[in-house]
């Protein structure tokens, strides 16, 4: 019977029955819902990685994570989903290549790139729970789906303890589920055919049956109960199906056919030969011509190249067909590895780079074993001798730059590599390998007396490698297998036979850099001096530009080292004061830069980069420079300090306004702050605080020598603390004795008494030795501060004149056509050299003036013209009614004799006019103040 809703017609009740019919209720397990949320979200992740959406892929492993977590209670029943485990694993491998690929990675934006390193350690942090499962899935992936498949039997478990009106759906859903899982998979069409064929065939009589159980009458409360044979009627026997296409495999195997997928093509691969040829240097020939006409084509079998090359090779050798056709494969095969990669711009695999070695090696040494074979790089292919005994055996090529491309490739392979890692240092081992090649190439350019260019060309690359290693040997032995013997030899012959600018600046810039590293300075000095390529070392090329700074830098380090303040200071200036000491050195890119260049010009600019054990400490360079700038600053600041406008370092004086911005100054910690300590402390000429602070820093144990340097600096800073001192305090005394200097600064009274004597004739400290009571007598010549403004003021207003004077000579010249000079009256006319203006005044002014004022005076005021003689500048006067009004310059000539001042005044009116100056050098001395 059908139940009326109370307070509703009728109608209205079975609008909603109609709507219920319609819309059919499903109802699914906890499992079915756990699951069927963790194939969404990995299918999301999927397809996120497709567009490279890393941010959407950071999202979508949280929430399968999360998701993860809730379903603890289904997976302790049912176990771990294998297609959660594929995802996983799957995602570390995605982001592990993506971290490796630095030119996807560089293209990122900055959301991306945050997303990516933050994904990295959450995935392989995740990960580690699962080492187990993910190591049994990359040894069997196929059996891993990529999305979950409910088991049947689990379903029709589920199906058992929901309500009845809820089974024929939840059978379509999952006969749709099916149909997804089987177009995720990608199977054969046939099988796709057969399995949606069951599916609807199964829905429809799922429907069919269901409509035939719904009664006349309509929904019943005897409907909704459940029955007894309704068991056995939603659970029909199924048949586990054997997949079609294991089914297909077994035939084949059995009437002996090989399965091959729809996505290959059944090539028939074409033989190297033919089966009835005979093989000859000629037929060799032509395969290795035939396979060099393919290089550098788009879709070429790089790989497959390098094989063919390697088999023709062993052909030779099998065959017996001659050394120079089996040289020649060999080093066709070099060059089919360096053109594996189409992008120069990208380094090789390491198995690529170990073939290159391998290869390269067993060339040279069939040169070594056949001499009368050799390469001819400038000889046409046509013109090569492979056979003929009667001839020299000759190839077209060159050994040389095979061995160049090699040294390049392995730059490039170290500068892509992690510095940090296991890696860097296995491939930095075969450096060893690289420079025997080098010397063998050598050796082999040697016996067959190659030409002075090609020698060149092979001792540079021999330099390149040695001029930045210490020769810690190089003070005991001074044979020949002393670096700096071996250097000296290489680089002269350069000097000697180079035709090339360039080839020979950079074998001096590597032969100053060894010079300056073994703490030669002088050498260095001197051999940078007199080849002037700081006059020319900017019409260089950019790596050799490279080299020159870092020749410089290494120059001024040494300069340090050996206690050169002052020359360091100078060199290291250049590069510490640009703020682009990393982009200078070519040892990484500045962060705050890097919005100043596009992505091409940081891909350009990271090709430029040398290896990372050849860099500088910039770290060391820095506090080096800032050190030096200490020491030079300090006293300077203490002997100008009522003229801040000398200064030697601005980025001293920018670290020193940086701490007095600092809201909170504690013990130091970093670098800049042990060094604005210290230099506050010299300022106090406190000379043991300001060593104890500055040495304290671990940064001077990177230091070559480091306990002598460290005995240096302590010896600049008392000798830098006393001249502070002195300049700082000298105004407090009348004469001090050299003993009390002594005891301050730890000193001897030698040291004291040559250092106040070079402060007295450098002109810096006013004073005198008094040799019968042995006292330092200190003569107060400082100017105050009121007499230190004073001139100052006084400089500038003769800046002024002196551009007015240049400004009116500048101005329309005097004729005697009546032309006026610049700078007259409104009110005023110039005739004949005589100023008239309209009240009738006139003056006429002297050609000449030699010190006194010349010219005839009208009864009112006039214009005098002046030509002085001596700086050949024209001046006027204004004077009104004789009287000198507007009181401006006083005429003060001063002089110095003795104990006098002598100040005069021209005129003695009370109100002066404009006067002449007679400047002269002004030598203040205590007497005259």
Known sequence: ????????????????????????????????????????????????????????????FTSLCQI???????????????????????????????????????????????????????????????????????????????????????????????????????????SAKKIRNTFSRGDDDDEFDDDSDDMWGDDSSDESSSDDEVPAIGYTAAYFLKRKDDDKKDKPDRKKKQPRQQAKAATNEDEGWTTVSGTDKVTKEKPLFEDDAEITV??????????????????????????????????????????????????YTCLAIFDYNPNMAVCMKVEIWVQLLTTLDKLLTLLEQHREVHFNEGMPEEEENLEDPERPLTVAGSILVIMERADDEFTKLLRNLDPHGTEYVERLSDETKLCGLILRVKAE?????????????????????????????????????????????????????????????????????????????????????????????????????????????????????????????????????????????AQGL????????????????????????????????EYSYLTCAMLLEVPHMAAHQFDQRKKLSRTFHYQLRNAEKSPLIGPPDSMREHLVAAAKAMMKADWKTCADTLLAHKIWNLMPRAEEVKEMLRQKIKEESLRTYMFTYSACYDSISPLVLSRMFDLSNAQIHALISKMILNDELKASWDKPTDLLILHR???????????????????????????????????????????????????????????????????????????????????????????????????QGGNYNNSGYNNYNNRYGGNSYDKRQSGNDKNSGYNSYNNRKQNYSQSAY
Not at 68 to 73: E, I, L, M, R
Not at 80 to 96: G, M, S
Request: glycine share 6%; hydrophobic share 30%.
């Open 282 to 331: 000629e037929l060799v020939n032509q395969k290795i011509a035939e396979l060099s006409s393919v290089r550098g084509r788009r879709g070429a079998k790089r790989q497959k190249n390098i094989e063919t090359l390697e088999l023709l090779s062993g052909i030779c050798v099998s065959e017996d067909l001659g050394i120079p056709i089996q040289a020649k494969c060999m080093y």
């Open 445 to 585: 350019l040697t016996h067959r007396k190659a030409s002075h260019e090609e020698m060149c060309r092979t001792y540079l690359r021999e330099i390149e490698h040695l001029y930045y290693k210490v020769d810690y040997n190089a003070e005991k032995n001074d044979g020949p297998e002393c670096s700096r013997v071996k250097i000296d030899v290489l680089c002269k012959y350069i000097y000697r036979y180079d035709s090339t600018d360039r080839i020979r600046t950079r074998a001096m810039l590597c032969h100053i850099y060894h010079h300056a590293l073994h703490n030669r300075w002088s050498e260095g000095r001197d051999l940078m001096l007199m080849s002037h390529l700081q006059q020319s070392i900017s019409h260089a090329d950019i790596p050799t530009k490279i080299l020159h700074n870092r020749t410089m830098v290494q120059l001024g380090l040494c300069a340090f080292r050996k206690g050169l303040i002052q020359h360091a200071h100078t060199t290291l200036n250049e590069i510490q004061s640009s703020q682009k000491s990393k982009e200078l050195l």
């Open 590 to 621: 500045s962060t705050q830069r890097m919005s100043e260049r596009n992505l091409e010009q940081e891909k350009i600019e990271k090709q430029r980069q040398i290896p990372f054990h050849m860099h500088i400490n910039l770290e060391l360079l």
């Open 1 to 60: 019977y059908q139940r009326r809703v109370r307070g509703a017609p009728a109608r209205q009740y079975s609008s909603i029955l109609e709507e219920s019919d319609e819309e059919k209720r499903v109802v699914r397990s906890s499992k079915d819902k756990r699951f069927s949320e963790i194939n969404e979200t990995i299918k999301a992740i999927r397809n996120h990685k497709k567009i490279k959406d890393i941010t959407k892929v950071q999202e979508g």
């Open 781 to 879: 010549a400082e100017s105050s501060k009121l007499q230190s403004l004073t001139k100052q003021t006084a400089d500038k207003l003769t800046y002024v004149m002196d551009n007015t004077e240049k400004m009116l000579q500048q101005g329309t010249p005097f004729t005697s056509k009546g032309s006026a000079p610049s700078g007259l009256p409104w009110n005023a006319t110039w005739t004949n050299n005589i100023y008239t203006n309209k009240g009738g005044q006139s003056f006429q002014g002297s050609q000449s003036y030699t010190g006194n004022m010349q010219g005839d005076r009208g009864s009112g005021g006039g214009y005098q013209k002046r030509n002085y003689n001596s700086a050949n500048n024209a001046g006027y006067n204004r004077r």
């Open 68 to 174: 993860y977590a809730k379903s603890q209670s289904v997976i302790a029943k049912n176990g771990c989903p294998r297609a959660f485990i594929r995802c996983i694993a799957d995602l570390e491998t995605y982001i592990k290549e993506f971290w490796e690929d630095k030119e996807s990675r560089s293209k990122l934006n900055k959301i991306n790139s945050k997303a990516l390193a933050a994904l990295r350690q959450n995935v392989r942090k995740y990960n580690k729970d699962f080492i187990t499962e993910i190591e049994a899935y990359q040894k069997d992936p196929g059996s891993y789906e990529e999305v979950i498949e409910e088991d049947e039997d689990e379903e029709d478990k589920s199906d058992d303890e929901i309500t009845g009106f809820a089974s024929s759906s939840a059978k379509a859903a999952a």
